[in-house]
């Protein structure tokens, strides 16, 4: 029974959208597709999990994404 949890930043400013709906079913059907064909796991018991995380809750380089998306414009 894999189990897979995925964790992506809300982008688009403070109140970030992350990604659409239409993108988390390809990112679900992805994986559990990628699961069954290399470990001959079985869909109907793979489950994928999408976390959203505010960008504030997100470092890396020793800063909040926030502030390094705030740099790159």
């Known amino acids: 029974m894999p189990y897979v949890n995925i964790k992506v930043t809300k982008e688009g400013g403070p109140d970030g959208t992350g990604p659409t709906s239409e993108e988390k079913q390809q990112l ?28 504030d809750n997100w470092g890396m380089q020793g800063r909040q994404v926030s502030q390094i998306r705030v740099a790159q414009t």
């Open 28 to 55: 679900i059907t992805g994986v559990t597709d990628l699961l069954q064909k290399v470990l001959n796991k079985n869909p109907a018991t793979t489950f994928v999990v999408i976390d959203e995380v505010p960008l």
